[in-house]
């Protein structure tokens, strides 16, 4: 720059030290960006209310997947007419099957139910034999059909990527034959049965039993019934949680609220997909 007039010498001077001042605050140097807070960067297996996207759900099958409506039939011819009297055989069902695991005794679920019809038949006056009580049961409990909601919520569920399994009460040859004649054998990864730990839900060993035969996390997974019950047991073992409101169920006040309360599982996989 001998050539260069002085004046212009010291004009080209202060914009290159101005140029290579504004280069330096655009380019952020390696420590610059890693000193970038975790915050900042979007976590895309986190939800934008906090909790992990879930990589798996675990469905119950009776009353959630599966209408009780067949089986409100047959007791209900078994009991004189008294369709009414589901309910309470159902719940009766529930009780000894607690009974059973805080005992340390097993039968299957079929078992059970057949034992409290019988019961239930007992407090109606109305003679019963075990026979007869499981040709009302087995067979109704075993080819139950699905709720409407249920082929295309499971459908939408499968499109998005999670991955589905089915836990439940009914025994091992029980689900499979019930998942075959409901037509969602194909719709479910694992059919998954309490019969393998002989404890029955909401007992923490069938729930952690899927969680280690997957390699997953509790937090990982969503736990979906239409039983407030069922959703006890897997919020004590840190699973999240969704209550499917089929008719005639509700939430228990004493729990804490699930992460997801839905009319049907297309609702649930609608709220899923927007996350």
Do not use: C
């Amino acid at each position: 720059m001998r050539n260069t007039h002085p004046i212009l010498a010291a004009i080209l001077a202060v914009l290159t030290i101005a140029a290579s001042t504004v280069n330096a605050q655009q380019t952020p140097t390696a420590n610059q960006v890693d000193s970038v807070p975790d915050s900042k960067v979007p976590d895309p297996a986190v939800s934008d209310d906090g909790k992990p996207v879930p990589k798996v759900i675990i469905l119950d099958v009776n009353e959630t997947l599966l209408s009780l409506e067949p089986l409100k039939v047959s007791v209900g011819k078994a009991l004189g007419g008294r369709e009414d009297l589901l309910p309470l055989w159902f719940s009766t069902m529930l009780h000894y099957s607690l009974v059973e695991t805080l005992s340390n005794n097993y039968h299957n679920f079929g078992e059970i139910g057949t034992a409290a019809l019988m019961m239930v038949a007992e407090t109606q006056g109305i003679q019963m034999t075990y026979e007869e009580a499981k040709e009302a049961i087995v067979p109704a409990l075993r080819s139950l059909p699905p709720h409407p909601d249920v082929i295309d919520g499971l459908r939408m569920l499968k499109a998005s990527g999670i991955r589905l399994v089915s836990l439940t009460n009914s025994s091992t040859e029980g689900v499979v034959t019930q998942m075959q004649n409901a037509g969602l054998t194909d719709l479910v990864e694992k059919r998954y049965s309490v019969e393998t730990v002989k404890k029955y839900k909401p007992h923490p060993d069938p729930y952690q039993m899927v969680l280690d035969d997957l390699g997953v996390k509790p937090e990982e997974v969503l736990m979906v019934a239409a039983h407030a019950w069922d959703l006890a047991g897997a919020q004590n073992v840190g699973l999240q949680t969704a209550f499917v409101a089929r008719p005639g169920k509700t939430l228990y006040p004493n729990l804490p609220k699930p992460d997801y309360v839905v009319n049907d599982l297309i609702e649930l996989a609608r709220l899923l997909e927007s996350k």
